[in-house]
């Protein structure tokens, strides 16, 4: 084959038409701008993926130190209100080593001992329960051992048998009462 003509497979790769060579032209901006496209969008997916996993490691973190808190919450919440009783038992313990009181003095001891258990309790948010006669009685506060007759409103506290605590709004234990009978 002499030199001066073309080969057939170098003419096969040249577009004969000038508009042609712009499709093809336009064709490799498209894959081009594609490629470019892809590579940005696959770039934030992987952004994404790790602040994913950053966000799961952040809520993972927060739930464990939020149970360690409420942890510590608890254990120390016992240990306060332990300390804080711990006065009433050593008044408790000293008027078990006096030998010769009157029942004056011991009278006022069981007294001031009573101040200081109060007193302990109030610190530590246990509310007492005691209704004064002619309450309306309320089932969530109170329990109603016996119905008596009486000229007061039906269903009302006459008498506090033994007084009821609670805390936080919590019913302990509720009071126990008698109540008026219905008519």
């Not at 594609?34 to 934030?44: F, G, I, T, V, W």
């Not at 992987?46 to 939020?66: H, W």
């Not at 109060?118 to 004064?132: D, G, H, Q, T, Y």
Request: net charge negative; glycine share 2%; no cysteine.
């Amino acid at each position: 084959m002499p030199d001066n003509q073309p080969d057939a497979n170098a003419q096969a790769d040249l577009p004969l038409d000038p508009e042609e060579n712009e499709a093809q032209a336009h064709g490799q901006s498209d894959v081009a701008e594609l490629q470019a496209r892809l590579a940005e969008l696959q770039a934030k997916s992987a952004e994404i993926g790790e602040q994913y996993l950053r966000a799961q490691a952040d809520m993972q973190n927060t739930r464990r130190r939020a149970d360690e808190e409420m942890s510590k919450a608890r254990k120390y919440a016992v240990e306060s209100f332990a300390e804080s009783l711990l006065p009433v038992a050593d008044s408790l313990e000293a008027s078990l080593l006096v030998k010769d009181a009157s029942p004056e003095v011991i009278r006022e001891g069981a007294e001031a001992t009573l101040r200081q258990l109060r007193s302990a309790l109030e610190r530590n948010k246990v509310i007492e329960i005691n209704p004064p006669a002619g309450t309306k009685f309320d089932p969530h506060l109170h329990q109603a051992i016996s119905v008596v007759p009486a000229e007061q409103e039906p269903n009302t506290v006459v008498t506090v048998l033994q007084k009821g605590y609670s805390i936080a709004e919590r019913v302990l234990r509720p009071a126990l009462v008698t109540v008026t009978a219905p008519r």
